[in-house]
C-alpha cells in the first residue's frame, strides 16, 4: 500500500486531454514538493515536472503539474500514442523521513 | 550530458548481500548534489531505497535501513548500494539516480533528475 494514492489507469483518445490524481497527506504533499516521473514500457523513469509545476528542460509543454492541499495533479494536453507510460508522483514524507511515491497509474491512449 | 550506469551480480542468493555500484560520468560527484537508489518489483512501482551527499552523509528509507549501507567514492566518481540478508522480496531492477534535494522555510524539495538504465538483481538459489 503506497502512501502516495494514484488511480491505476486512466485513458483517453488521441488529441484529448487527461489528469492523473494523487492524494497525500499533511505530512507529505501537503507541506513538500511534488515531482512527476513517465516510465515509458521497458525503460527507466524520467523527470517529468518537479517543484510542483515546473518542466525539466525538454519536456513539453503539454504537460504541466499543480498541487492543492494535500493533493497534486499532472495534466497532459494533446495526447499522443507516445505518451502511453506509468507515471509516478513522488514526495518527500516529513513524518516518515523518506522519499514516498505513488503506486503509479498506466495511461492508455485508445 | 552526464550518465549513470549501474553494474553488479544480476543473481544472488538468499541470505547473502546484494551489492551494486553506479559510475557517473558527465558530472563530478563532488560537485554536489545527493545520489540515490530506487527499486522496482517486477510490475509493480517504485521503492526509494536512500541516498548519499558527496560528503557522505546519508538517508535511508526506514523500512530497509538496518540492512541498508550506501557509499561513496569521489576518486571513483561512483557510489554504491549494499543491501544485505536478502530474501526473494528483494528481486527487483534497482536504479540509481542524481537526488536533487533542498530544504527551505519548512518545506522539502526532492526530485531525482538523471537516471541510470537501472539492472535487474534476481535473489534465488
Known amino acids: 500500500q503506497s502512501v502516495l494514492t494514484q488511480p491505476p489507469s486512466v485513458s483517453a483518445a488521441p488529441g484529448q486531454k487527461v489528469t492523473i490524481s494523487c492524494s497525500g497527506s499533511?505530512?507529505?504533499?501537503?507541506?513538500?514538493?511534488v515531482s512527476w516521473y513517465q516510465q515509458l514500457p521497458g525503460t527507466a523513469p524520467k523527470l517529468l515536472i518537479y517543484d510542483n509545476n515546473k518542466r525539466p528542460s525538454g519536456i513539453p509543454d503539454r504537460f504541466s503539474g499543480s498541487r492543492s492541499g494535500t493533493s497534486a495533479t499532472l495534466g497532459i494536453t494533446g495526447l499522443q500514442t507516445g505518451d502511453e507510460a506509468d507515471y509516478y508522483c513522488?514526495?518527500?514524507?516529513?513524518?516518515?523521513?523518506?522519499?514516498?511515491f505513488g503506486g503509479g497509474t498506466k495511461l492508455t491512449v485508445l | 550530458q552526464m550518465q549513470l550506469q549501474e553494474s553488479g551480480p544480476g543473481l544472488v542468493k538468499p541470505s547473502e548481500t546484494l551489492s551494486l555500484t553506479c559510475a557517473v560520468s558527465?558530472?563530478?560527484?563532488?560537485?554536489?548534489?545527493?545520489w540515490g537508489w530506487i527499486r522496482q518489483p517486477p510490475g509493480k512501482g517504485l521503492e526509494w531505497i536512500g541516498s548519499?551527499?558527496?560528503?557522505?552523509?546519508?538517508y535511508y528509507n526506514p523500512s530497509l535501513k538496518s540492512r541498508v549501507t550506501i557509499s561513496v567514492d569521489t576518486s571513483k566518481n561512483e557510489f554504491s548500494l549494499k543491501l544485505a540478508s536478502v530474501t526473494a522480496a528483494d528481486t527487483a531492477v534497482y536504479y540509481c539516480?542524481?537526488?536533487?534535494?533542498?530544504?527551505?522555510?519548512?518545506?522539502?524539495?526532492?526530485?531525482?533528475?538523471?537516471w541510470g538504465q537501472g539492472t535487474l538483481v534476481t535473489v534465488s538459489s
Open positions: 539516480a542524481r537526488h536533487s534535494r533542498y530544504y527551505g522555510s519548512g518545506t522539502y524539495y526532492d526530485n531525482f533528475d538523471y
Open positions: 499533511s505530512s507529505n504533499i501537503g507541506n513538500n514538493y
Open positions: 558527465g558530472y563530478s560527484i563532488s560537485s554536489g548534489y545527493y
Open positions: 513522488g514526495t518527500w514524507d516529513s513524518s516518515l523521513s523518506a522519499v514516498v
Open positions: 548519499i551527499y558527496r560528503g557522505g552523509s546519508t
